[in-house]
């Protein structure tokens, strides 16, 4: 029987056990058995990420929120891993407030270990509901690692955006689809570039060129649709 007691000499087992259990659909003894497996070997980090993922394989709210403590109670043992562990954390759940937590907690905690990409979806977050964060967040990043190529196109992004936000509120919309047009960001595969393309119309909009705006974001957003509500 897959799911019978395992011999205490051989510990890892529980670490197999978790990982049938899961296969077979149980998720619930799945958890119980990483908690055995961890509890035996709390100083194997594959036991550990193995642990963390019994809670993030079910992302609900509370299984996230215990995935982050897991991640928290054992960071002083993985340090190089607890900023990485928890951006992973941050990206399974679908309550947006929650990932932010999270990700600002990342920030806040580990500054070393938060490297630049560890953070970006929490940039693009700003984004979405903060443009001021966003930057300043970009601002910081730079700062701490001018050797960093990715953040100082993500800095002008979010300067970009902030300007043509302003110039559009003031009624100069061709100077802020120059702004946006300025901009030059990465492949829509590895960046966000939803905030331009949306930015970008609501100027034409407010122009009355609204064919014009619809046009261009049929073209975008049918070669690559995305979700507006997703957090990344």
């Given at each position: 029987?897959?799911?019978?007691?395992?011999?205490?000499?051989?510990?890892?087992?529980?670490?197999?056990?978790?990982?049938?259990?899961?296969?077979?659909?149980?998720?619930?003894?799945?958890?119980?058995?990483?908690?055995?497996?961890?509890?035996?070997?709390?100083?194997?980090?594959?036991?550990?990420?193995?642990?963390?993922?019994?809670?993030?394989?079910?992302?609900?709210?509370?299984?996230?929120?215990?995935?982050?403590?897991?991640?928290?109670?054992?960071?002083?043992?993985?340090?190089?891993?607890a900023a990485r562990m928890l951006g992973y954390t941050a990206s399974r759940t679908t309550d947006e407030a929650q990932a932010r937590q999270i990700y600002e907690m990342v920030q806040e905690k580990f500054p070393k270990q938060?490297?630049?990409?560890?953070?970006?979806?929490?940039?693009?977050?700003?984004?979405?509901?903060?443009?001021?964060?966003?930057?300043?967040?970009?601002?910081e990043t730079v700062k701490a690692d001018p050797t960093d190529k990715q953040w100082p196109p993500l800095k002008a992004y979010a300067q970009a955006l902030t300007d043509a936000d302003a110039l559009i509120a003031k009624g100069?919309?061709?100077?802020?689809?120059?702004?946006?047009?300025?901009?030059?960001?990465?492949?829509?595969?590895?960046?966000?570039?939803?905030?331009?393309?949306?930015?970008?119309?609501?100027?034409?909009?407010?122009?009355?060129?609204?064919?014009?705006?619809?046009?261009?974001?049929?073209?975008?957003?049918?070669?690559?649709?995305?979700?507006?509500?997703?957090?990344?």
């Amino acid at each position: 029987d897959w799911s019978s007691d395992v011999c205490s000499s051989d510990l890892p087992a529980y670490d197999m056990l978790a990982n049938a259990a899961e296969e077979h659909g149980d998720l619930a003894l799945s958890k119980e058995y990483a908690r055995k497996a961890y509890e035996a070997w709390p100083d194997d980090e594959h036991i550990w990420s193995h642990y963390l993922g019994a809670y993030t394989s079910m992302p609900t709210p509370e299984n996230i929120a215990r995935a982050e403590q897991i991640v928290l109670d054992a960071a002083t043992k993985f340090p190089e891993e607890a900023a990485r562990m928890l951006g992973y954390t941050a990206s399974r759940t679908t309550d947006e407030a929650q990932a932010r937590q999270i990700y600002e907690m990342v920030q806040e905690k580990f500054p070393k270990q938060a490297k630049g990409y560890t953070l970006i979806p929490l940039f693009n977050l700003y984004l979405k509901s903060d443009r001021a964060k966003a930057l300043e967040l970009a601002n910081e990043t730079v700062k701490a690692d001018p050797t960093d190529k990715q953040w100082p196109p993500l800095k002008a992004y979010a300067q970009a955006l902030t300007d043509a936000d302003a110039l559009i509120a003031k009624g100069e919309f061709d100077k802020a689809l120059t702004t946006l047009d300025g901009v030059k960001l990465p492949s829509r595969r590895t960046m966000d570039h939803r905030w331009l393309d949306l930015t970008r119309a609501q100027a034409l909009v407010a122009q009355g060129k609204v064919d014009t705006a619809y046009a261009n974001l049929l073209k975008e957003f049918a070669e690559a649709p995305v979700d507006l509500d997703r957090k990344s």
